[in-house]
């Protein structure tokens, strides 16, 4: 099986993206109902996407350096 183009098998902007609508419902909701259900579970969304990032490139970045704990395999994905 052949292996997936580049483009496909970076994970960054499919990350990034899915923290933006996060944020972005946390806006909507901020507006239109403060302090409700669905404004919770955005800012909770919304944080967990940013900790799921930062968790992502420490890793990346421990790969880079060849680091012996770090994933195999990140080194050569987006820069």
Not at 25 to 48: D, Q, S
Not at 50 to 59: E, N, P, S
């Amino acid at each position: 099986m052949p292996a997936l183009p580049r483009r496909l098998a970076q994970p960054t902007p499919v990350v990034l993206a899915g923290t933006g609508l996060w944020l972005a419902g946390l806006v909507l909701f901020a507006v239109t109902a403060p302090g409700g259900f669905e404004f919770w579970t955005c800012v909770a969304g919304f944080v967990l996407g940013l900790t799921g990032y930062g968790v992502f490139r420490w890793q990346r970045n421990a790969s880079r350096r060849g680091s012996r704990g770090a994933w195999k395999g990140l080194s050569g994905l987006d820069g």
